[in-house]
């Protein structure tokens, strides 16, 4: 009973800490900043409601996925472009996010302080992303490895083998030896 308990809490750090559990936060997060995006968009937009209803959402789109995908990617451009790539992220971040409170009315403080915090849950889940997804593809790779390492260690098992009595034997020469006087 305890050790399934455990285990269950175990299976659940080994998700929260899988890269499924990552691009899941960042679908959430996602989400959310195309909320704010298109929010802004819809209030600036110089057009009828009915059109920014549909170019709101269409330009919100083009915005955070273009993002998305330039943050997943930039660490393939050069090393160096991850960290620029990143803190440019975080700061377009920030700005949609100063402009979507409207820190200058109100509350500044709270809107500033928000805002910061989603920028950098932004360049958090870019780096999270990058790291996860290389120690999953190193991940892959070792398994395939040793799938191509098995098969290749069966290759040699069998053609250690003598065919009639089904002895493996540890060298060609040990396997020649015993076929001229094998008795099966
Ligand atoms: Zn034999």
Known sequence: MTSTFYASFDKLGAFFTSLAAVIIGMLVFIGYRFFEVYTLFERHLPMDADVVWVAGKLIAFVFVFTMLLIAV?????????????????????????????????GDMTFKVIVSVITAAFDA?????????????????????????????????????????????????????????????
């Open 124 to 184: 958090w889940f870019g780096h999270l992303f990058v790291i996860k997804l290389r120690e999953r593809e190193a991940y892959l790779w070792a398994s395939k490895e040793k799938a191509r390492e098995r098969v290749a260690m069966m290759k040699l098992q069998d053609a250690l083998t003598c065919k009639k009595c089904g002895v493996t034997f540890k060298s060609q020469n040990a396997l020649n030896g015993h076929s001229g006087r094998c008795k099966a």
């Open 73 to 105: 990617n930039i660490d393939k451009v050069h090393p160096e472009a991850t960290v620029w790539g990143t803190l440019l992220g975080a700061l377009i971040t920030l700005f949609v996010n100063l402009y979507f409170w409207e820190v200058w009315h």
